[in-house]
């Protein structure tokens, strides 16, 4: 009845078929009409009525090549992701780059003129109902116009960026796929042994956390490259944009996230203060497990009285799809929709990469998500964080490209959520004792997790901006980095910690952002609040709860963090007060797995 693996055959049947190549080449023609096209900008400049109507061709032109170049792009990384070794895929994604690229490039001067408008001119061309559709994308990125670059320089930038820094993440990618481990007698991939690290068995979590170790060691000064090469490309970058205003690393990520910088102090800020919570939770985990502390491989155990039974996909799927069912009927029927499709690929293959993610085509407009399903809780509880950002997607599937493109604060929001709803659905539905106590370890671990290892990223990432503005980091160094930061935020809670974590962690070797962690962090305690609040209204009998969610999500892509928040909650997350707010929420949530424990 449910499928594991992607049905991507009505986008094309094959990274080589026919119809994709006509749509290349359509494509390439199609830019090279818009290029010639573009020529003309300069005979408008100045004259409303002509510069409006040819924005307006502009915005058609490159529609449908935008397009092309997008799910092309999506049809290689997925099959990447599933075979890391794939030859062809990689070539299919050098040729995706590629085209985007020309195509930014193309558009470059256009960007240039709409970021540098007055005002008044400004606004006027937002009023056309096409080229409003931009609106807020184009605010946003004028409150940075003295950051950009000549239009040259910045079409200079858009090439080399293609097999330069974007080289260096895909070279990160196709690490993940080579590594291979011997565990329990076995060979196997990164993705396989990650699995393992959620087994019942502590020798095993053991084994499998230092073959991890040791496999990246043995990579350590290739990531040690690329982490250096990706930082040292952004740091130059800012300096080079900021001859009039210089911004640091933080203002450029908040930026890129829609939230203020005041905004991302209180949330530090008020997570450090609660890192006690985080470290309690670990110190009841080890209680329950019989441990007078836990070690880096038992970071993801399963409480001692978990079943040893594998939970089978297509059960996974309606225990997610009830859950989402309580609260939204229709979230419940997309959860099954999605397996049923065939646009969750979840069964384990041999040169898989690690992680789970969510990503969507441009046309049709369709989410696809990516798990290695092992049959563990903790798979169950991803593939529902994963299926919280596919039901995000799905819901501004009719929105214009530029309202589909949310901030990571706001994308981990909905999948957050998401995990929320199947846990306290299965709490409530536990019968015994162990049922109960299961859920409640899932939630201490999300403490743990959200309130000491994610901060500790933060800060990790934070200092090597730093330290690489000085010069190249070795791969020493970073392991010091990193059991500096754990110790600040860990405090003595594990008898080791994890040095090679910079390496393991793919979100260090992203290309095209820096800081992918404090994002969790504030989807976390941003979802928390919602859901309170939801919930809160739902049980006082109010109507609409379900679609007030819904606005909320829709409104992710067309506005900042500060504003959304405000419009649908009334609230300052600006302020310590919001996010105390939900601090309270896991604080009761790890008194709740404390009582159980006894």
Not at 537 to 557: F, H, K, S
């Amino acid at each position: 009845m449910y499928q594991q693996q992607w049905n991507n055959d009505h986008i094309y049947p094959g990274l080589d078929s026919p119809e994709l190549e006509a749509d290349m080449s359509a494509a390439r023609h199609a830019l090279d009409e818009l290029a010639s096209f573009m020529a003309g900008l300069d005979g408008v400049r100045g004259d409303g009525a002509a510069l409006q109507d040819f924005l307006r061709e502009v915005r058609l032109r490159s529609r449908d090549i935008h397009n092309i170049g997008w799910n092309v792009a999506i049809l290689a990384a997925c099959r990447g992701s599933q075979d890391a070794r794939d030859v062809q895929a990689k070539q299919l994604a050098s040729r995706a780059r590629a085209l985007n690229a020309d195509l930014f490039k193309t558009l470059a001067p256009v960007e240039d003129l709409m970021l540098a408008l007055p005002e008044p001119e400004f606004e006027q061309l937002m009023v056309d109902p096409l080229l409003g559709e931009e609106a807020y994308r184009l605010r946003h990125e004028r409150r940075m116009q003295d950051q950009r670059l000549p239009v040259e320089a910045e079409q200079l930038v858009i090439g080399l960026g293609t097999d330069g820094l974007h080289g260096w993440g895909n070279l990160y990618n196709d690490l993940l796929g080579k590594i291979r481990l011997v565990i329990d007698g076995r060979e196997m991939g990164l993705a396989e042994a990650s699995n393992l690290l959620s087994s019942p068995l502590r020798a095993l979590r053991r084994e499998a956390f230092d073959a991890i170790s040791a496999g990246w060691e043995g990579e350590q000064e290739t990531v040690a490259a690329i982490i250096n090469a990706l930082n040292g490309w952004r740091l130059e970058l800012a300096r080079q944009r900021g001859k009039t205003r210089l911004l640091d690393a933080l203002d450029l990520s908040c930026h890129q996230s829609h939230i203020e910088r005041t905004t991302l102090d209180a949330l530090m800020s008020e997570t450090y203060r609660a890192r006690g919570l985080g470290q309690r939770a670990l110190g009841l985990m080890a209680e329950r497990l019989g441990l007078d502390e836990l070690g880096p491989e038992d970071l993801f155990a399963p409480p001692p009285a978990a079943s040893s039974c594998e939970i089978p996909f297509e059960e996974a799927i309606e225990i997610i799809a009830e859950a989402f069912t309580r609260f939204d009927p229709e979230m419940g029927e997309f959860a099954r929709m999605m397996a049923e499709k065939g646009w969750i690929d979840a069964a384990p293959t041999p040169n898989r990469r690690t992680g789970a993610y969510c990503t969507k085509f441009a046309a049709p407009v369709e989410p696809r998500v990516f798990v290695t399903y092992a049959g563990t809780m903790d798979n169950v509880i991803t593939l529902a964080h994963e299926l919280g950002h596919a039901w995000h997607n799905w819901l501004i599937r009719d929105l214009p490209m530029s309202q589909r493109r949310y901030p990571m604060t706001l994308a981990e929001t909905a999948s957050i959520f998401a995990e929320t709803l199947v846990r306290s659905a299965l709490f409530e539905q536990a019968q015994t004792s162990e049922q109960k106590l299961a859920i409640a370890w899932a939630e201490a671990d999300g403490a743990a997790t959200f309130l000491v290892n994610i901060p500790a990223r933060f800060d990790f990432e934070r200092a090597l901006v730093v330290e690489r503005a000085q010069g190249y980091v070795p791969a020493e160094r970073l392991k010091e980095m990193t059991d500096e930061v754990w110790g600040r935020w860990y405090e003595g809670r594990l008898t080791r910690y994890h040095p090679m974590f910079w390496a393991a962690k793919a979100h260090f070797s992203i290309a095209g952002f820096g800081f992918y962690n404090y994002p969790y962090l504030f989807g976390y305690l941003f979802s928390l609040g919602v859901y309170q609040q939801l919930m809160s209204r739902q049980a006082a009998g109010e109507e609409n709860v379900a679609q007030a969610y819904r606005d909320l999500l829709r409104d992710t892509g067309r506005m900042s963090a500060e504003a959304l928040v405000a419009k649908h909650l009334g609230q300052n997350i600006g302020e310590a007060a919001f996010w105390q707010g939900s601090l309270a929420l896991v604080a009761a949530a790890v008194d709740r797995f404390e009582q159980l424990s006894v």
